[in-house]
């Protein structure tokens, strides 16, 4: 026997007698007891993993009870428990986190289960019209059976209990369908990564895999994965969830409140925290298990289309009702029995009416389209994080967008360093002073938020931060030759102010541990550390005390590098004077020493001159809103072709975030139609923006990344969040991630979300085309002959084309690129009725008067006229209508323009389900006659039916034409 299979026979065995001496295993499943196995056999041999209960310690952290944490010996003690290491983190191998797996559980939450297809059966039964048919197909199968005997008469009935049943279906599959696709998003939306130690170095990994024993580094941005304490970190704020749903932020601190729930989102300073509960153990755990239910997210354009198929449902039984009372009335049977014979063939004829009146297919067509444009977004980039966000997408009129990441590149380059007043360049002969020099690599590499990942490679190291602080650092590794890690080793940080949008500034104090000196190290935007400062270093090294001219000249070096496009950044620093032991807690903000500037280059992304350009065309308006200087933020906005090369800050087209906000709300309103720059702006103004955007009713869409940003990505129309450099918290506030930073994704979105509209638009009018007209045909032959001309079967076979294939057709229609041209974003209030919807209407009309004329000619002179059998004309009124609506799908399609076959053959779905339609038609009627009622046509007839139907081309044609001829 080979060991593998010895070893299952062995616990094989073991589980046998197991279960044996544990009756209550044996009722599960036998495969379930054998997997069972190897935790009680691992859990003999080295008894309990963990020396602690997860119980106590969920209720620690969730009842922040420093007494308990005091009785287990604090976090150091507690570390040693659960066999981790505060600086390397736990292993991380396999057999460790499964250990940690099976004591402590894994981080994630139980779901409930998803409501299964029978579910959306029912509630689809359940809707008054699917009764009312049922029990009106039931009555007929009733009736056939007593007329004609089980054996003959049973046909008609099941037949048209079967197209009842295929609305309910089709109905029941397009929620289903919804209802996954929601569960996905909300899954997608819980998934976020973490930075945790293991091994020694820093590893990013999905939140669900953090164990307990995890150490999690934290950064402002970020969403905590678990329960956890904390025992590093400087000025650490979060905002703490709270099980009744309320947030409120609160101080962590390492010794007198480390305990930071899971859900609570950093909101500044940095930290580490060792990880102590993990999942359904966690208070956030339990509320998302109760939530995981798929949130109901309808789109407004589903919710406006389930109430009208429903409402057009009902006025179908209303007029079916009537149908039925004038057919029975104008019969004049007196004989009972004859009396039930017409009653049968006029419930017929009334649930034909009703069935191809109902538009199932409209809320199945928006639920499609949707799908798709989820799962095509993905593919381009962009994670659709809330449903509706995909219809507002088309209609966005503005989209405001910050610079840095999104117009331009990720990477950034320093390109300038000016120590002191004069610029270095380096085929200089590096004669720059080396203390000033020394402090500012020591600034660059202490005064800041970024980690390094992996294990520290000196001349390369991976940095994990934001495009400016990475560019920072490299360039102290790589043009100065700094060495983190002795910079690390050299000196301790006692004090930390991080970085964010609102300040502008880092800054830290640390001492150093071998002089016993303490320096505060200041870096951030260059006026704002400017009046922080009395001297400066020049190029020589020394320090001058900074006078009026000297400032001056400061100052105009910091607008020349501006105006050149660099995002600039100043340097400071101060000793302070090491009181005898006295711990140094805030960092001093005055009598600086300026060390010099750093001039950072950010490209524009390849592509975006052109969507910019792209956006104006489409209408669509593109604000920049940086927090840059507002000499940076003219350059690059001229560059990406945001400003003309004419436009200057004095045009209004470009403020001052200090002056936007100094606006009064008037003001505001009437100045913002012209404002394309903002400049310095910070967090808040954001939110303004989209306020004030939100009065004068005019979508807009808001990409942003802080953590600050995300009130105002919360409130615009459509918020979204950057996929790479963007924070945990932005992406929880967001409608939309873009997955790769860049503003091509977000006109990418704009160009679906338009296409959303245009593909529903497109099946509105295909499928009210035949509704009307089959609607119309009907009502008409059963009024004057007391029948509908179509048999049931091709009736359902009508009401299968009409409701699922044209939806599933025209869903999948990839977006044409005029949707950007010279159009109007989509305007949701008048959707249906707005100037590019007159073309849909008259088409419509257009269509259905020729569809019924032609029909209806067919149905009242074959017979007399042609010299037809009643059958044979029957047939062919049959086949003609259902060429007319493959015919006119094609005209659809491309809505707009003359060429109906242009990019055809592009649209493989679309050609499929055409073919197969016409396939089945041929079948009906030249293979399954019996079957089908229908009678043999020859090629004479068949090319009568083509030519009849080709005619909704040349209506089509000469609507586009006319329409063409009078804008
Ligand atoms: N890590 C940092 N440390 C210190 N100062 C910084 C840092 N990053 C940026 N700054 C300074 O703060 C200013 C604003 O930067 P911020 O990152 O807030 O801009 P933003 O609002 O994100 O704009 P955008 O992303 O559009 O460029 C910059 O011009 C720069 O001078
Ligand atoms: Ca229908």
Known sequence: MSSRARQRWHMARKAINLSSRNRKLLLRSLSHVILDVPDAAEDENQVPSFNINPKLLADMVNGKSLEFLNREGRVEKLTTTLESNLSIGISGDEDDLLKRKRHFGSNTYKRLPPKNFLFFVLEALKRMT??????????????????????????DGVTNIVAVLFVVVVSATSSFGFSKRLQQLSYERTVFKVVVVRGGSHREVPAFEVVVGDVVSLQVGDQLPADGLLFKGFCLKVEEFVLTGESNTVEVTVRDHPFLLSGSKVIDGYGSMLVTSVGMNTGWGSMMSAMSREPDDHTPLQVQFHSLASRIGKVGLVVAMIVFLVLFFNSGETKLLDMFKTIAIFINSAIAVVELAIPEGLPLAVTLTLSNFVQQMKKENVMTRKLSACERMGEVATICTNKTGTLTVNEMKVVEFWPGRESVSYDDDGSIARKALELLNEGAILNTSSFVRGLISESDPEICSSPTEKQIIAWAVSENCTRISEIKRNCEVICV?????????????????????????????????????????????????????????????????????????????????????????????????????????????????????????????????????????????????????????????????????????????????????????????????????????????????????????????????????????????????????????????????????????????????????????????AVSFGQVPLSAIQLLWVNVIVDTLGALALAREPPSDDLMLSRPPVNQSELLMDSSSTLMWTNLAAEVLYQVIALLTLLFKGTSVFGLTENVTHTLLFNTFVLCQVFNLVNVRVMDKKKIFEGLKKSKMFLVLFMITILVQVILVEVINKVAGTEKLDWKQWITCISLAAGSWVVGLVVKWTHEKTT
């Open 130 to 155: 699917s009764i009312v048919l049922l029990v009106c197909a039931l009555i007929s199968l009733g009736f056939g059976i007593y007329e004609h005997g089980l054996k003959h008469g049973w046909f």
């Open 497 to 781: 102010e991080a970085f964010d949008s609102e300040k502008k500034r880092s800054g830290v104090l640390i001492r150093k541990r071998e002089k016993k000196e303490i320096h505060t190290h200041w870096k951030g935007a260059p006026e704002l550390i400017l009046v922080m400062c009395s001297h400066f270093y020049d190029k020589n090294g020394e320090v001058k005390f900074m006078t009026e001219g000297d400032r001056k000249q400061l100052e105009d070096i910091i607008t020349g590098m501006a105006t050149r496009g660099r995002r600039c950044i100043a340097f400071a620093h101060k000793r302070v004077r090491e009181d005898s032991g006295q711990v140094c807690s805030n960092l001093q903000e005055n009598e600086l020493t300026l060390l010099g500037f750093l001039g950072l280059d950010n490209q524009c992304r390849e592509g975006v001159r052109e969507a910019v350009k792209l956006c104006e065309a489409a209408g669509v308006k593109v604000i920049m809103v940086t927090g840059d200087h507002v000499h940076t933020a003219i350059a690059v906005a001229k560059q990406c072709g945001i400003l003309n090369p004419q436009e200057d800050q004095y045009d209004g087209v470009v403020v001052d975030g200090a002056k936007f906000r100094s606006y009064s709300e008037r003001e505001r309103m009437e100045k913002i139609n012209g404002i394309k720059v903002i400049a310095r702006s910070s967090p808040d103004d954001k939110r303004l923006l989209v306020k004030s955007m939100k009065q004068r009713h005019s979508p807009m869409a808001l990409v942003g990344h802080g953590v600050l940003d995300a009130s105002a990505l919360h409130e615009a129309d459509i918020g979204i969040a950057k996929g790479i450099h963007g924070s945990e918290v932005a992406k929880e506030s967001s409608d939309m991630i873009i997955l790769d930073d860049s503003f091509l994704s977000v006109v990418n979105s704009v160009r679906r979300g338009r296409s959303v509209y245009n593909n529903i638009g497109k099946f509105i009018q295909f499928q009210l085309t035949v509704n009307v007209a089959a609607f119309v045909l009907n009502f008409i032959a």
